[in-house]
């Protein structure tokens, strides 16, 4: 059995790349075999004379079955500003995004492709999130940082992947303030507004042990 999915955030930096690594050990411990990929990254260096980004080594880290860096990663560039930027004008082609994303398919029973940004957040001059899941054709899992603000961005995050057409299978809360007040409260008004299932919370932590923050997930449907 295949299963993919389309991980997007709320906003950038809100633990989006934390969640798709946890969300790969809860799927490992139920037996699947699995890989991430992130198909656009700015913000990388170079390794051995090539572009890497850390959040694809990442998922690369927590992955099952091995894959070349480039099918994880395609496009990689070196500045730490929106892709649409960093890409200096060049093209990115959902056509090579989609082969790689079917390579990866064939090696793990499920795969899941991290976005940059927010779900309308641009991938190059031509393409943003919304328009590379909607290529894909692949239901969406939405990661909601949890801070002042994220109420109103995580319901127009899923009234917006709504009017894209596609299925919101899930939404991961990510404390990503330690200490912010009525942390609870907040995550229980989402789970009562919000048209999907609630797949649980990442805890707040300074370590990535992801088969910790695994433990309280649940796997989408």
């Known amino acids: 059995m295949k ?6 955030g709320t906003d950038t930096d809100i633990g989006k790349t934390w969640a798709t690594a946890a969300l790969l050990h809860r799927f490992r411990r139920e037996g699947y075999s699995v890989a991430g990929m992130k198909p656009v990254a700015a913000g990388c260096e170079r390794r051995g004379g090539k572009l890497q980004n850390q959040d694809a080594l990442l998922l690369m880290q927590n992955a099952s079955v091995g894959a070349e860096y480039d099918l994880v990663n395609p496009y990689a560039f070196e500045q730490p500003v929106s892709p649409h ?3 200096g004008g060049a093209n990115v082609e959902p056509a090579i995004i989609s082969a790689a994303f079917g390579a990866l398919q064939q090696r793990a029973q499920v795969v899941l492709v991290e976005g940059a940004g927010g779900w309308y957040s641009p991938l190059s001059l031509t393409l ?3 328009g590379l ?3 894909l054709g692949l239901p969406v899992l939405v990661v909601v940082g949890i801070r002042l603000g994220c109420l109103n961005h995580a319901r ?6 709504a009017e894209s057409g596609l299925r919101c299978a899930g939404w991961v809360a990510v404390q990503i303030v330690e200490h912010m007040p009525y942390f609870a409260e907040n995550v229980a008004y989402l789970q009562a ?15 990535g042990d992801f ?4 433990s309280g997930l649940r796997l989408p449907t």
């Open 211 to 214: 088969e910790f923050l695994s």
């Open 156 to 161: 127009l995050t899923l009234q917006a992947v």
């Open 3 to 8: 299963m993919a999915y389309f991980v997007t």
């Open 133 to 135: 899941a909607r290529i």
């Open 193 to 207: 507004a919000l048209p999907a299932q609630f797949l649980g919370v990442l805890p707040y932590s300074d370590a």
């Open 85 to 87: 930027l960093a890409c």
């Open 128 to 130: 943003d999130n919304a």
